[in-house]
Antibody
């Protein structure tokens, strides 16, 4: 059974940094592209970033480009999101998710971790 | 960037009703469209991928259709477990975009 468990969320001041982690199990982690998707309180879903199985290719939404960095450690079956220069509008539940083999949709999701950016 | 527009934003329906949700893309996305169901406090769950392919384990009352710029999600007979928010999502050239969501409420 695929399991994705996010951690690292919390309260941070504007301009601060935070690193999220997503521990994966139940599948061959290195064979799958992975993603982060976020959801602001009471709002819809927003794709944030994607990384290939090897980690060699990364993609970002314009809203986080230059501030967030996605990475992975395939030896630890763990996905990361380093978030710098955080803004109030980055407040959201952050989900990690696997990407389908064709990279076209998000097929398995974690339970999410809440990031609150506030003074 | 490709924009996704869902309609309606809210839908009131009764158990047993046939429900249709529409999603329109601002430009052609071929069939690279997925549909998700999300319940309060829970992660989204994929229902349909590639516009009309049913994800494993999803009840057959859910179906998807369309291509190009216009897509629909249909629930043939609404069940109590189906009251939730539904999102469409497109893929194009390494960008992924969601619609704003459609909340299906009890009438």
């Amino acid at each position: 059974e695929v399991q994705l468990v996010e951690s690292g969320g919390g309260l941070v001041q504007p301009g601060g940094s935070l690193r999220l982690s997503c521990a994966a199990s139940g599948f061959t982690f290195s064979s799958y592209a992975m993603s982060w998707v976020r959801q602001a309180p009471g709002k819809g879903l927003e794709w944030v970033s994607v990384i290939s199985g090897s980690g060699g290719s990364t993609y970002y939404a314009d809203s986080v480009k230059g501030r967030f960095t996605i990475s992975r450690d395939n030896s630890k079956n763990t996905l990361y999101l380093q978030m710098n220069s955080l803004r109030v509008e980055d407040t959201a539940v952050y989900y990690c998710a696997t990407i389908s083999s064709g990279w076209t949709y998000f097929d398995c999701w974690g339970q999410g971790t809440l990031v609150t950016v506030s003074a | 960037d490709i924009q996704m527009t869902q309609s309606p934003s809210t839908l009131s329906a009764s158990v047993g009703d046939r429900v249709t949700i529409t999603c329109r893309a601002s430009q052609s996305i071929s069939s690279w469209l997925a549909w998700y169901q999300q319940k309060p406090g829970k992660a989204p769950k994929v229902l349909i991928y590639k516009a009309s392919s049913l994800e494993s384990g999803v009840p057959s009352r859910f179906s998807g259709s369309g291509s190009g710029t216009e897509f629909t999600l249909t629930i043939s007979s609404l069940q109590p477990d189906d009251f939730a928010t539904y999102y469409c999502q497109q893929y194009n050239s390494y960008t992924w975009t969601f619609g704003q969501g459609t909340k299906v409420e009890i009438k």
